[in-house]
């Protein structure tokens, strides 16, 4: 009994598999580009060129396992435990802020964890929130009458951007803050002219208080802003990135054959992979690639479009708007197209929870794709 009520039996021939496709081609793609974005790194840190392609690998396989396993349970169950999950998501984000419990990687402080197995609690939350939001707005669909309906996701969404705040991660902050609003706009909220001045209002307020906080974030404002200045300082990761993808020209310098990995381009396993990317395939690799993430996101919209209940809607439409606005700003940031930020590349860059849990995610998808007309 328990059984049939976790898992959806009813649908399994209905899985979307374009989307399984498109996400097995990306993680297969991902592990080649970061064997040899990754390879000089890990030799020089830790005397094994492939010591993060395996970490990377065991993480991808695990996820992908589980990914199979939730593809089998019914999304539904989840608004049993939405705000259970948002509440301990939330707590774990807090415990970063706790001096001796949050772990420091880089100056940045937002990681639980001991040793090797070390997570950003955000990298949940990007999810619960997102089905929390769900659960909310489908649980009482039918009191959303106006905007003051929506004032407990709105609550939720705030809380979580005063603990990012606190973490200083103006990126993950964005990410929030478009989930859970593209959940309630799916959701069919109805705004008036008012409403969306003031919200425009407060967003451009609360920015600018966030970026004028902190000395670093002008600066990399300033940077952007004047390229060919100070490219030995705040603009070091960007040239080096323009020139990896400016070397690599249409048809790239092969695979392997990357001169910026070899420590000229910081974090080329990471937030840069793209620019390696570019440097080893060309245009025709970086198109590929783009083209296979286009398709990635219209799946993702198809399933959410297609669903037949507005839960599954709901919870597609949050987790693709997620993934895609993590995929544009990480190109934008390797490209020069917006001021650097960390903000990792899905399936690509180096992180074996991130890929873990975004793995998770995958899974409810193919599962809420089981349910489409």
Known sequence: MIKDKLFDNKNTKKLDYPMLLVICILICFGLVILASASSY???????DSNYFLFRQLGFAMLGIFFMIIISK??????????????????????????????????????????????????????????IAVSSFITLN???????????????????????????????????MIVGALSVIFAGGIKLNFKVIMAVVLVAAIAGSTFILSEDF??????????????????????????????????????????????????????????????????????????GLFSFFIYRGYYIAISCK???GTLIATGITSVFALQILINIAVVTCSMPVT????????????????????????????????
């Not at 790194?41 to 005397?47: G, M």
């Not at 939405?82 to 998501?89: I, K, N, R």
């Open 141 to 175: 669909y039918k009191k959303l009458k106006n905007v003051l309906g929506y004032v407990p996701t709105i609550s939720m969404l705030i809380a979580v951007c005063v603990v990012m705040y606190f973490q200083n991660h103006l990126s993950g902050t964005v990410i």
């Open 309 to 311: 209940e507005i839960y």
């Open 342 to 373: 960390g903000m990792p590349l899905p399936f690509f860059s180096y992180g074996g929870t991130a890929l873990f849990i975004n793995l998770c995610a995958m899974g409810i998808l193919l599962n809420i794709s089981r349910t489409c007309k």
């Open 73 to 130: 349970i019914d999304y539904k169950i989840y608004k049993k435990f939405a705000y259970f999950g948002y509440g301990v998501s939330l707590l774990l984000m807090l415990a970063v802020l706790i001096p001796g419990i949050g772990v420091s990687v880089k100056g940045a402080t937002r990681w639980l964890g001991v040793g090797i197995l070390k997570f950003q609690p955000s990298e949940i939350m990007k999810i619960m929130l997102v």
């Open 41 to 47: 790194a890990a030799l020089n840190t830790y005397s």
């Open 217 to 290: 974030r002008m600066k990399r404002i300033t940077a952007f802003l004047n390229p060919e200045e100070d490219l030995k300082g705040d603009n070091w990761q960007a040239a080096q990135s323009l020139y990896a993808i400016g070397t690599g020209g249409v048809f790239g310098l092969g695979l392997g054959q990357s001169r910026q990995k070899f420590l000229w381009l910081p974090e080329a396993q990471n937030d840069f992979i793209f620019s390696v990317l570019g440097e080893e395939l060309g245009l025709i690799g970086t198109v590929t690639v783009l």
